[in-house]
């Protein structure tokens, strides 16, 4: 993966950009419900968090262990969030996508869907992946309901995985989709978003 290439994807519903540090002021509303970083490593509903997430995101990108995006509701034109690829493993032909967040208003929309399945056809048919995967909080039922709905695979649990906010031991529910799995979900999951892809 070439992280110095300024990667757009996009459809008919969402388009995802680069993240930089122009984004803050897009993303400072949309950030600030506090719910939104309960289950998250670390939080970005004050001006120093997301500041510092922004910064922490793009020099993750600068090292290479992280590709940022900024999601942008097509609807309404408006910043909902961001989401990134990270763990990119070109040697063992996967990566995963994580760092996801949306916005409270566009939860429920369509939005987070269309935005995976761009993220999911790029990693596939793009990078030519085998494996993509997906992690969040155990306690975080919603993000594990969600996965689900996509069609990723829950394979288990990492017990006492690593620190979140305050210093807490968490447990990490792991998902996956494979490429077996994506020449499947495609049709039956992403069938009304398969227009989209990269520009």
């Not at 034109?77 to 070109?90: C, D, H, I, K, N």
Request: hydrophobic letters at 35%; aromatic letters at 10%; proline letters at 2%.
């Amino acid at each position: 993966m070439d992280f110095s290439q300024n990667i757009i994807l996009e459809n008919d519903r969402v388009q995802l950009r680069p993240l930089t540090t122009a984004d803050y002021e897009a993303l400072q509303s949309v950030a600030a419900d506090p719910e939104l970083w309960t289950y998250t490593l670390t939080r970005a509903d004050d001006a120093i968090g997301l500041a510092a997430y922004i910064a922490q995101a793009l020099e993750g990108r600068e090292q290479e262990t992280r590709y940022p995006f900024l999601i942008i509701d097509k609807n309404t034109g408006l910043a909902a969030g961001s989401t990134s690829f990270y763990q990119v493993s070109e040697a063992e032909a996967r990566l995963s996508i994580g760092y996801t967040w949306v916005g409270t208003e566009f939860q429920r929309t369509g939005l987070n869907r269309a935005c995976k399945y761009l993220l999911l056809h790029y990693a596939f048919e793009e990078l030519g992946c085998e494996r993509v995967e997906l992690e969040t909080d155990a306690r975080n039922q919603k993000s594990r309901e969600a996965m689900r709905r996509l069609g990723a695979t829950e394979e288990g649990t990492l017990r006492s995985h690593r620190y979140t906010q305050g210093g807490v031991r968490r447990d990490t529910v792991i998902f996956s989709v494979i490429r077996a799995d994506w020449n499947e979900l495609r049709a039956s999951v992403f069938g009304q978003s398969s227009s989209g892809g990269r520009s």
